[in-house]
């Protein structure tokens, strides 16, 4: 088998990746011509290569003309960026000789030029950033370098910073957070999980107290109080699923004591900066947040589905389409599916007053398109039992806390698994990332990759993609990819070359593998096994989530060999001979632990120790004793009312802040045994370091392509971290899914042609931009999805911010002001029926006037009949039926009055009434609005085989439903109030 031929086979899969993905692009198939091209001669097929290459010639070169555009306008900013970065350092001779009261009376300065009117923009900027920069090296002996400032800058001006990871973007945050600080508003600083959020508040929270901001915490387990009193500093660090939640809880308050965000009545606004802003603002914003309420779900139904559907065959009861993951029945599929059913129509409602197709068509999706451990993961109590079921994002490997598919999809996948479904969810809350993010008066954020989406941030958000330069260059080998036949083909070839670097042996070259899935990353840890090697496994099982910082502290030492589902958002650097600092905190806060300086069940919430193996050395007596000393004075302070988050914001403090003169004494003995440990462990993790230099540094490998490329290039920047030496490699399989869905029957023929062995590996640059143009073409495909997810959510936004204005007014209204609103309410309502109930001459129905008012006011009904409305016109009625109902509920409001004033409470009951009952109807009517919509889009999307432009079917008719809605949202006030009465 020569190499021609290798590269023949490359070519020829090129071909077909041209042709159905450049010059097909929309539709994401092959042509009848296509499929005839490739089974051509490979002289042929080469020819043809060469021309669907040159079809592209124009696409190409327009996009590099706006990427050149781009780099000139970006290097003029960071050149404008550079002037005030210059300004900075000329500062930082003067702010040097300042004492810590000075330094930290500039905050209150800052304050005060703001409150006179000075603009945050001009020199005062420069000036904070001057003062966070000493703020930083006093507190935490950081000083932020020219790139971070220039990082800083960027975020304050509203932009995103593509900065490369190690760069230091935690500590880049500082800068622009302090300065919008000081203008009043909250500045909040947004990390992916609660791990994240609080060693970010922790370690640079520091810094912020230093200069006298106060610094809040939002962790997932946090009561209302917590979280309100958390809200109110200046600083707040929070992950983007928990404000969107206290976003939506806010909203379904009842009254102003359960709501928590700054702005009250759910309002929020100020600056904002994005930790691994691409995964949060792109990846996630794919889904919603929903808050739902549980109903009685048809457990039954739900088995029968999934009986049926595994009755049921592939490719004749139904077709798989991998590409856009779903399943569509065939015409055998509904008429087998509706004999065993014994009914006339899947889409016929039942006496329960719901259709089994989407019952049907869910068992099917479950059963064939959501793998367990890949798309989600099992769930289980202590015991072992299970207790339902997680998505795992496939973007960062984690199980999504608190998130559930929606329309039955969730309870189809609990069904597959054997878990009982006794409840489903009904919708009564929802926001996407675009609609929340957007709210705030200055967005900006910072990730290691950003640009292959600069155009769908900028559209969407605001925010403009600006790379920094690396502080020092990259010297990282990125090596062209490898294919095999079978994934057990490249899974060998990958522990081949583990073992061949040296990994798992003493010596050898750390090596971290990313995987796409936990099922996948079990598997190579298991084959690792097979060749003596322990490996240590990050994926996305929740019992490992514990332990993530330990594990990638070690991940650089000389031999370690890690596995990990995706290394997005991890959040610590991996440092090339190990972490000695963070070694020593885990190694200082286990051995507090297990001393007792807190009780068993706070102990619980801290992460379990390691094995002995896991540090670099055992630690001789003298650090020992200090260990011990330290411990008891810890004790002798706080006595047994330690709780955990205390002790790791205390450990925080000993091991990464510098000295105070009024530390008290347990925090000093703290920081010197601390540092005793580092430097112990420092001695081995620093010759190590030399060692993985000299042998290359970490080696990342990868064993399948992600459908994004940003993915990739951030497994990849694990390596070659601030000018480190490191290597890249992925090893491809034809068995994978960018393989087999985009084109990979054709592919395993050529194979077979070739008589490819399975060990036989296939490396030209053909595969890799093959595999970069299918990339290419699947992100284009999500981000016009994207797109028209946006689309249509902006009808809903739009819909959504109405109705939690008025909702706020109301929630915050006074209990006058409420029964001012329900007297208008209740005028609305009469003048509503005596016109509904009016015909074109002008003659009143007065029997259904009468009907309809008994109606909504019972208690209003005696004082007149319907001979008193006879022979009257409409004004005439309504101004009749008005003045009664009017007296008759100022009436009612008195003698409810008395009665509380006669108990101790305020006057104004009825108002209190009135708001309660408002916004509890106003959340079921939103609630089936909500459902009503969702039904609505499915539906236009449809109209589009007719030739109708689904969006603007969806915003008309949206805005017909959005009338009603309000209308039913009175009308259920009024009804519930006056029944009430």
Known sequence: FSSGHVLLLAAAFALESCHAFVSQKPSFALSNVNRQL?????????????????????????????????????????????????????????????????????????????????????????????????????????????????GGLILHDGRLAEMATGEGKTLVSTLPVYANALTGTTSFVITVNDYLAKRDMEKMGQVHKFLGLSVGLIQSGMTEEERRVAYQNDVVYVTNSELGFDFLRDHLALT????????GGGEFGGF???????????????????????????????????????????????????????????????????????????????????????????AVNAKELFNKDVEYAVLTDENGEKTGVGIIDSFTGRVLD?????????????????????????????????????????????????????EELELTYGLKVIPVPTALPVARRDYPDVAFKTRAAADNAMVQEIVNVGGGQDGGRPCLIGTTSVAQSESIVERLKEEGIEAELLNAS?????????????????????????????????????????????????FLVADGVVSSDEAKKLPPPPQEEYFPC??????????????????????????????????????????????????????????????????????????????GGLYVMGTNRHESSRIDDQLRGRSGRQGDPGTSRFFLSFEDDMFVIFGGDQLQNILKAFRVSEDMPVEAPQVSEALDKVQGVVEEKYREIRGEIFKFDEVLNGQRNVIYSRRRDILLASDEESQKMMAKYNLETVSDIVKAQTDGSGSVDSAKVTEKIGQFFPQAAQFFDEKALSGKDQGSVTAYLSAVIEEVFNAKA????????????????????????????????????????????????????????????????????????????????IFSLWQSL
Not at 58 to 79: H, M, P
Not at 679 to 686: K, L, R
Not at 911 to 938: C, F, P
């Open 38 to 150: 490739i089974r051509q001669d490979s002289c042929s097929a080469v020819q043809t290569s060469n021309t669907a290459l040159s079809m592209s010639f124009f696409e190409d070169f327009v996009a590099s003309s706006d990427e050149k555009t781009r780099k000139a306008d970006n290097d003029k900013y960071l050149a404008e960026l550079q002037g005030r970065v210059d300004r900075i350092n000329g500062l930082e001779a003067s702010i040097e000789d300042l004492g810590d009261d000075e330094l930290q009376a500039k905050t209150a300065e800052f304050k005060k030029r703001l409150a006179d009117g000075e603009d945050i923009n001009g020199s005062l900027l420069e000036e904070s950033f001057a003062v966070v920069r000493e703020a930083a090296w006093r507190v935490l002996e950081l000083r932020h370098y020219d790139v971070q400032l220039i």
């Open 894 to 973: 008195a003698e409810l009055d008395k009665v509380a004033v006669a108990s101790g409470k305020g006057a104004n009951s009825i108002g209190r009434s009135a708001r309660y009952i408002t916004l509890v109807t106003m959340d079921n009517a939103w609630s089936d609005h909500l459902q009503a919509m969702e039904n609505l889009k499915e539906s236009v999307v449809l109209r589009q085989f007719q030739g109708l432009d689904p969006l603007k079917e969806y915003e008309g008719e949206a805005f017909e439903i959005f009338k009603n809605l309000e209308n039913t949202m009175r009308f259920n006030a």
């Open 618 to 695: 055992p630690l001789d007596d003298d650090t020992l004793f200090m260990l011990k000393d330290a411990s008891a004075s810890i004790k002798k302070e706080f006595g047994s009312d330690l709780t955990a988050i205390q002790l790791e914001e205390i450990l925080t403090v000993a091991t990464d802040t510098t000295e105070a003169e009024d530390d008290p004494e347990y925090i000093v003995k703290l920081r010197d045994v601390a540092e005793a440990v580092k430097d112990a462990y420092s001695e081995v993790t620093s010759k190590e370091k030399e060692l993985v230099q000299q042998g």
């Open 402 to 454: 608190g998130r559930r598919w929606s329309d039955g999809l969730h309870q189809s996948i609990e069904t597959v698994e054997g878990i009982k479904v006794s409840e489903q969810s009904q919708v009564i809350a929802k926001v996407t990332y675009q609609a929340l993010f957007r709210q705030f008066t200055r967005l900006s954020g910072m990730t290691g990759t950003a640009m292959t989406d600069a």
């Open 542 to 590: 929740p019992k490992n989530a514990p332990r993530e910082s330990e594990i990638v502290a070690q991940a650089g030492r000389s031999g370690v060999v890690t596995v990990a589902t995706n290394m997005a958002g991890r959040g610590t650097d991996i440092l090339l001979g190990g972490c000695s600092r963070t070694m020593s905190r885990i190694k200082t806060r286990d």
């Open 272 to 362: 904002c900066v994005v930790d691994e802003a691409d995964s949060v603002l792109i990846d996630e914003a794919r889904t919603p947040l929903i808050i739902s309420k549980q109903v009685p779900a048809p457990a039954t139904k739900y088995e029968t589905a999934k009986q049926l559907a595994e009755a049921l065959k592939p490719d004749i009861h139904y077709t798989i389409d991998l590409k856009n993951k779903a399943c569509t029945l065939t015409e055998i599929g509904y008429r087998d599916a509706q004999k065993a059913l014994g009914i006339d129509s899947l889409f016929e409602i039942g006496a329960d007053g719901e259709a089994w197709a989407p019952y049907i068509a869910n």
């Open 256 to 263: 102003p004591d359960q709501t928590v965000l700054p702005g």
